[in-house]
Nanobody, 119 residues
Framework: QATLSESGGGLARAGESLRLSCVAAGNFESIGAWGWYRQAPGNQREFVARIRSDGSVDYADAVKGRFTISRDDAKNTVYLQMSGLKAEDTAVYYC?????????????WGQGTQVTVSS
């Protein structure tokens, strides 16, 4: 399995930008898709963005055109560049990784990083 560590969260004003990073460590053979999810207080965790091993991406409608997901396979890292932040982007952001290793296919979650946007 993999241990995921997120960083880059913090406090931003509306309209500003933040970049989140998530690094995978552990004993695995390959990484398939990466995903970013978020959970605001009182809400369920929701999908934000996904990038597959072939580089194809998907975005939630709420972030399309403002957020960009990318990956660096040499560093086992995924990024989420967030621009034009809005107060409604305030949430704990979690990265998710689907990989393959000795145990077969697996999915791992990070512990989350807080993003707070003030209006």
């Amino acid at each position: 399995q993999a241990t995921l560590s997120e960083s880059g969260g913090g406090l931003a004003r509306a309209g500003e930008s933040l970049r989140l990073s998530c690094v995978a460590a552990g004993n695995f053979e390959s990484i398939g898709a990466w995903g970013w999810y978020r959970q605001a207080p009182g809400n369920q965790r929701e999908f934000v963005a996904r990038i597959r091993s072939d580089g194809s991406v998907d975005y939630a409608d709420a972030v399309k055109g403002r957020f960009t997901i990318s990956r660096d396979d040499a560093k086992n890292t995924v990024y989420l560049q967030m621009s034009g932040l809005k107060a409604e982007d305030t949430a704990v952001y979690y990265c998710n990784m689907r990989g393959y290793g000795d145990i077969g296919n697996f999915a791992s979650w990070g512990q989350g990083t807080q993003v707070t946007v003030s209006s």
